[in-house]
């Protein structure tokens, strides 16, 4: 069974550039999580997705990320424009739907902000 | 959500057993104990979860306390691929999301 696949799995950018990240779920998965995670910390959930529905968007910062999940399959996270601050790993992860299932994790994408 | 506390790292020696202890003193009825480890340059990956009674698979043990007031993943040889970040995580029944903490830091010793 293939995993979660992410792309790019590196990104430099400068300050106030635009960058995108792509996310390609395991098959059938109907939820998919975006999270961030700080050297040194443990991941944070930026997004949740119900298939192609936002479930929660609480935590994810609205006057520079979006993200979207195009007929609730892959899914896209986009900062515009990037701070310093916003250097961390962007993971990408999904599970079947039901709530107490396993999450799969992606590799994750490594963003450098200069 | 509930919180836990875990120490920020560890270390153990190859092919020894590995306790693990997680405190989550806050716990609610319906929280389930779920443990995930992440390797150097990987993304988290799920190792074991539980309600009440001890669970095991192939990967691990986990132990929880009668009270439910702690826990404890049980590595029962340590090899060299089990050193990683793990996290003890309490998930609620409000959309199965996961809180992730700075969990412990493994080093095995060959």
């Known amino acids: 069974e293939a995993g979660v696949a992410q792309s790019p799995r590196y990104k430099i950018i400068e300050k106030r550039q635009s960058v995108a990240f792509w996310c390609n779920p395991i098959s059938g998965h109907a939820t998919l999580y975006w999270y961030q995670q700080i050297l040194g910390q443990g991941p944070k959930l930026l997004i949740q997705f119900q298939n192609n529905g936002v479930v929660d968007d609480s935590q994810l910062p609205k006057d520079r990320f979006s993200a979207e999940r195009l007929k609730g399959v892959d899914s896209t996270l986009k900062i515009q424009p990037a701070k310093l601050e916003d250097s961390a790993v962007y993971l990408c992860?999904?599970?079947?739907?039901?709530?107490?299932?396993?999450?799969?994790f992606g590799p994750g994408t490594r963003l450098t902000v200069l | 959500d509930a919180k836990t506390t875990q120490p920020n790292s560890m270390e153990s020696n190859e092919e020894e057993p590995v306790h693990l202890p997680c405190n989550h003193s806050?716990?609610?009825?319906?929280?389930?104990i779920h443990w995930y480890r992440q390797l150097p340059s990987q993304g988290p990956e799920y190792v074991i979860h539980g309600l009440t009674s001890n669970v095991n698979n192939r990967m691990a043990s986990l132990a929880i306390a009668e009270d439910r007031k702690s826990s404890t993943l049980i590595l029962h040889r340590a090899t060299l691929r089990d050193a990683a970040v793990y996290y003890c995580i309490l998930r609620g029944s409000t959309l199965g999301r996961l809180y992730f903490g700075r969990g412990t830091q493994l080093t095995v010793w060959p």
């Open positions: 806050t716990i609610s009825g319906t929280d389930y």
């Open positions: 992860a999904s599970n079947t739907g039901q709530v107490y299932n396993e999450q799969f």
